[in-house]
Structures are given as C-alpha cells and as structure tokens.
C-alpha cells in the first residue's frame, strides 16, 4: 500500500498533476486558452469603446470643421467658375490662363501633394467617423434582438398568441351574453 500511495502521490499530489504538466507540454490547456482568449476579447473591446467616446467639441473644433468643409466647395465653385468666364470674357479667361503657364513645375506637383493630403485626411476622418456610428450601432443590438423576440411572441402563429384571456372573463361572457337584435328576430321567426 506505502508504494501505490508514494506513486500516486509522485503523480498527482502536493496540488500538483504531473500527468496534466506533461501532457501541457504538447498541447496547450483549452479552458486556460478560452479564459485567456476571452480576457483578451474585453480588453479590445474596452480599448474600441475608449476609442469612440462622444466628447462635446468647442467652438474652436466646430470653427475649424466649417474651415474644413470649404476646399471642396471652393474647388468645385472655382472650376465651374472658369468655364463660365471662359463664356463670358474669353480675352479674360486667356490672360488667366496664360499666367497658369508660367506657374513653374514644383509648384504643380507641391499643389497636387497639398490636395492630396488634404482629400487623404478628409477620408480617413470620414472613415473614422463612420466606424465610430457603426460600433454606436452595435451597442444597440441586444434592444434590437429582444424587441425582434418580442414582435416574434406576438405574431399570430406563435402558441398562445389568439388565447382568451382569463377564465373569469369567458365565464361572465357566456353567463351574460350582449343583446343580439338580429339572433332575437331569427329566433322569432324560427318558432313560428
């Protein structure tokens, strides 16, 4: 008995699993991996939600969104602008256009790298935004689910859903029945 209890106790005493250890080697702890998965999981979406945060801008922020919002319409405004000089005054529009043609090279491409960036940023920050509407939306999906649950217990195929209610209430309508003037008259009429 002294030797059957010093090996099990070699293997699976003092707390310890010498077997579960040995085979932990190979192949990795399952519930451990889940636990560690899941912790993980909260973190991200703990760090996506910090993320996200609806904070109130100043009037400096919203300045400077009106600033933003105007290249856009500006370049669009001026481009159509051009074409309508170019009816109304062409010896105009061609004195323009003719100092267009001494602007050097660098400072085309430095103009093409400027819209650039700033058409870039615009989108990235469109793009953030909208992220940021869909996770809002995201956060109302368990509402969504159970008013959908909801809507799918009151449908008219659903058991239960035509019931009559409580038995007091179809007691008292049969024992007093609403006057039918039309179901007296056919009885009349069926007597006679």
Known sequence: MGLISGVLALLFGNGRNAVRETVEIYRENTEASAQRG????AQAMLQFGGEFQTAQKGSFDRFMDGVNRLPRPALASGTLGLFVAAMVDPLWFAARMQGMA??????????????SF?????????????????????????????????????????????GPGSGSDLSQDITHPDANPALDDWRKHRRA
């Open 118 to 162: 700033y058409f870039g940023a615009r989108h990235q920050l469109k793009t953030q935004e909208f992220q940021k509407d869909i996770s809002a939306t995201m956060l109302q999906l368990p509402a969504v689910l159970n008013n959908l649950e909801q809507l799918r217990e009151l449908r008219s195929d659903s058991p239960g859903a035509a």
């Open 102 to 115: 001494l602007v050097p090279e660098p400072m085309w491409w430095l103009l093409g790298v400027i819209v």
């Open 38 to 41: 899941a912790e993980a999981q």
